[in-house]
Structures are given as C-alpha cells and as structure tokens.
C-alpha cells in the first residue's frame, strides 16, 4: 500500500492525523523508545527531523486528542541529541519506566494516605466519646 | 583689605623716610645756614607728590576691595544655583528611574495579558478533557494497581499492536484486517473489545481534524518507497513476517 498517496487526499490526511495521533503517543513507552534507539532510528536525520515536525501536538488544538499527554515530554526530551543517545541503554529506558509508574501512582497514594489519616481520625474520635 | 594695610605701611615708611631726610636737610641746614632752600623745596615736592600718588593708591585699593567684595557675593549666588541644578537633576533622575520601572512592568503585565488571552479555555472543555484522560487511568493509577497489573501510565505493547500502526503492519493476523486500515475506520468495525480501551480509535472526534500539512522535508525517497512509514509499520514487527507490507 502506498502510505505517500495517503497524504495527497482528505481521507489520507485524516488517516495521518491518526497514525501520527497514535504514533506520538507510543513515545510515551520508554521501552519502545529503547526499541528504537537500539534499532538505530534515532541515528536518522528523517526521523529525527520527523520527530520535530511532531511537535505540532503541543499545541492545545492538537493536544486535546492526547489520551496520554505525558508523551508530550517525551517528545520534548526526544529533541535532544544527548536524550536520544541515551536511551540506547536499557537501564536509561528502566529508569525512566521505574519513574514514570512511581509518578502514576503518586495521586492514589496521596489518596490512601487521606482515607487513612481520615480513619484514625476518626477512630481517635470514637475511642474519645467512649 | 590687607592690601590696602600693606600699601599704607608702604608709605608709611617711604613717607618717614622722606621725613627723616628732611629733618635732616632742615637740621643740617639751620646748622649751616647756607641758602639750601631748592633741596629743602624739592624734597617737600618730592613728599607732596608721594602722598598724592599714596591716597590715589588708596582709592584705587578700596575701589578693588569693593568690587573684590562684590565678586564674592556673586560668587555665593553662583553657588546657590548651582546647588539648585544639582537638586534638580537629582529629582529628574529619580523621576526618569520610577517612570522607568513603571513602565517596564507595566509592558510586562502586559505580555502576561496577552499570553494569558492567547492560551484561554473553557473551563468546561479542560474539565472534560481532565476527566477524559483521569478515567482511562491514563495519568492517575487505578486504585488496585499492585506491582504484576499490566496497565501503564503508556500504550503498552498489546495495545500499540492493536492500533492502527500496528494493524497496517499486520493485515492477516486479525479477523478484521484483511480491509485497509481506511475501510476499517470508514465501515467503523474495530474490534469491539478494543475500542473503549484504546482511545485513539475514537474516530468520531478526530474525523474534523487534520495534521499541518508538511513539505517532504524529512528527506524522504521518492513515492513509492516512503522510508519514515517504513519505521512506522516495521517497529511493530519484531515478530510477525509480514515485512513486505510497506509501500511498492
């Protein structure tokens, strides 16, 4: 199938618009940036100037499809030789997944810790009326 | 006033010089009493015209000590204005330095107003897009999430396989792929399962939406042989065959 023809038509462009949708998004996986930092990809002015051209998706009529805006910084991070080198180890990429997670999880953390100072507080409350 | 002591001891000694002379000369000759009338006369000349040149002097001297004493009053008033210009520059400076610095806040205000408007939402619209990216536990952690839960806060591998890059990469691992992504998308049939999911499969909100047009700057090949969707299809691929899927 020829993707070039693609971007010749409306329907084209809006299947473009998904695929870079999507493709943007994936950025946000360290291990597929891993993936494609071993594979070479990010050795590829194309893709390195493709990767600018991305950027567009910061701005808030585009960002708005983000499911995962997160990816944004990524791609913010990607624009940077030094970044792209690397992510060529896969510690870099374990690290930045370790992080990623741990920050994921930082609101319903910060939720239990509310629910259980809000229990023993009220436990503290009932231990008083007895 | 000093010159005017230092003149008149001047003459002072010139005059009792003068006078000694002639008390001499009058001593001498009443002494001698020779007819020395013509020195005795011409020193008395000599001392008449002495003290006339003495009291002009004289005048002359208070003449320049009043205008000597003039030039310091001018001087003082000199001074004065000068203090006063000074005083003034002073305010101007201070002046210039407050202007100065409310002007430049007041430009920066400014920008912020303008970047403000510039980036202005509905609050509506950034509350349904929080709540969008919330429930799909894209950016907060499921609540049950332990370490094992294969949910991440990014598409993981199944999911990216499952997308449109992923399923023009593989048209015949899935009973719904044997169309073209396109035909999929317009005949809306992606696999149900998937769809609530994988949010980048909600055609209905991104049908209107169009990505900037792009000149062929990313140093593509020629058409036929679009090397970057090449990257885009064969990432995917690590385990399936199908590599001959890329544009001929």
Request: aromatic share 8%; hydrophobic share 35%; glycine share 4%.
């Amino acid at each position: 199938m020829s993707l070039y023809l693609l971007w010749r038509d409306d329907t084209g462009n809006r299947l473009r618009f998904q695929l870079e949708l999507e493709f943007v998004q994936c950025l946000a996986n360290p291990n597929y940036l891993n993936f494609l930092a071993q594979r070479g990809y990010f050795k590829d002015k194309a893709f390195v100037n493709y990767l600018k051209y991305l950027l567009y998706w910061k701005e808030p009529e585009y960002a708005k499809y983000l499911k995962y805006p997160q990816c944004l910084h990524m791609l913010e991070l990607l624009q940077y030789e030094h970044f792209r080198k690397e992510l060529v180890n896969a510690q870099c990429a374990k690290f930045i997944d370790e992080q990623q997670i741990l920050h994921w999880q930082h609101y319903s953390r910060k939720r239990m810790r509310l629910q259980q100072a809000l229990a023993e507080q009220q436990q503290q409350n009932n231990a008083s009326v007895k | 006033m000093a010159v005017v002591d230092l003149l008149t001891t001047y003459f002072i000694c010139c005059r009792s010089v003068l006078v000694r002379e002639l008390i001499e000369i009058l001593a001498i000759s009443r002494n001698q009493k020779l007819p020395q009338a013509g020195e005795e006369s011409q020193i008395l000349e000599l001392l008449i015209q002495r003290d006339g040149e003495f009291q002009e002097l004289m005048k002359l001297a208070v003449d320049q000590g009043k205008i000597h004493h003039e030039m310091q009053l001018l001087e003082k008033v000199v001074e004065k204005r000068d203090n006063d210009i000074q005083q003034l520059q002073k305010q101007l400076k201070e002046a210039e330095h407050i202007l100065a610095t409310a002007v430049y806040q007041a430009k920066e205000k400014l920008k912020s107003i303008e970047k403000a408007r510039k980036g202005a939402i509905s609050s509506e619209e950034i509350i349904k897009y929080a709540h969008r990216i919330s429930a799909s536990n894209a950016v907060c952690a499921p609540l049950t999430w332990v370490p094992g839960d294969p949910r991440r806060p990014y598409p993981t591998d199944l999911e990216m396989r499952s997308g449109l890059l992923g399923q023009m990469n593989n048209p015949s691992t899935n009973g719904v792929n044997g169309h073209l992504p396109g035909d999929a998308l317009a005949a809306g049939r992606l696999p149900d399962v998937l769809a609530p999911q994988y949010p980048w499969q909600s055609s209905d909100m991104s049908m209107n939406m169009l990505p900037p047009n792009h000149s062929n700057d990313f140093m593509l090949e020629p058409p036929g042989h679009n090397k970057e969707n090449e990257d885009d299809v064969e990432v995917m691929s690590t385990d399936s065959s199908s590599s001959s899927s890329d544009s001929d």
